[in-house]
């Protein structure tokens, strides 16, 4: 199994529409999640953090299930703009670096 | 936007040629690493630093080397560049001392190796 591992997609949903993506991870020690966001030949940038049950962000909900070991996010409302492929990071416990999932990409449709 | 910038942003270079890239960062963050993205992989680390001269191989470090005589400049160096090495390398910092562990990547390095 894979540290951390996300569905590629993509997602093609219409403007308006309600999308959540999925990821799993299998260090059962990880205490904070991120997920970033990263368009076309550009930088990942930053989304959100989870460090708990979860957070909210205007159109943007992230939530985590340690039980079973994934983090959500569910966008509202998708904007042709929210077409990006997004990236979930887990920073691997005890040492300063961060696992990166391939990530999924998002096309939002007019 | 964090201070941390790439150099050159793009370059394309032959093989077996020697090739380094640097990373400036003016946050003072301790942190420091260097990705590498390929379609089918995602961003995997090829070195980071966790202070001046401190540094560490990361999960794809054959072929490379680094360096980091500065808090503010992070070096890495293709001694002998081949095209399994074209691909696009990001920069990022981070700092956990201060509550800023999150990542933040420079805009991108695109090497091609012909």
């Known amino acids: 199994r894979k540290e951390v591992e996300q569905d590629p997609g993509p997602f093609n949903v219409p403007e308006g529409a309600t999308v959540a993506f999925n990821c799993t991870y299998s260090?059962?020690?990880?205490?904070?999640f991120f997920w970033y966001r990263q368009d076309c030949r550009k930088e990942p940038k930053l989304l959100m953090s989870v460090y708990s049950s979860g957070n909210e962000d205007g159109r943007f909900t992230a939530q985590l299930n340690r039980a079973s070991q994934y983090i959500s996010l569910l966008i509202r409302d998708s904007k042709l703009s929210d077409s990006a492929t997004y990236l979930c990071?887990?920073?691997?416990?005890?040492?300063?670096?961060?696992?990166f999932g391939t990530g999924t990409r998002l096309k939002v449709l007019a | 936007d964090a201070g941390i910038t790439q150099s050159p942003r793009h370059k394309v270079t032959e093989t077996g040629t020697p090739v380094t890239l640097r990373c400036h960062q003016t946050e003072n963050h301790r942190y420091m690493y260097w990705y590498r993205q390929d379609p089918g992989h995602g961003l995997r680390l090829i070195h980071y630093s966790y202070g001046v001269k401190d540094t560490d191989k990361g999960e794809v470090s054959d072929g490379y080397s680094v360096s980091r005589s500065k808090t503010e400049d992070f070096l890495l160096t293709l001694e002998s560049a081949t095209s399994s090495q074209t691909s696009v390398y990001f920069c990022?910092?981070?700092?956990?001392?201060?509550?800023?562990?999150?990542?933040?990547f420079g805009a991108g390095s695109r090497l091609t190796v012909l």
């Open positions: 990022a910092i981070s700092d956990l001392q201060t509550g800023a562990n999150v990542l933040t």
């Open positions: 260090n059962s020690a990880s205490q904070s």
């Open positions: 990071v887990v920073p691997a416990g005890g040492t300063y670096k961060y696992i």
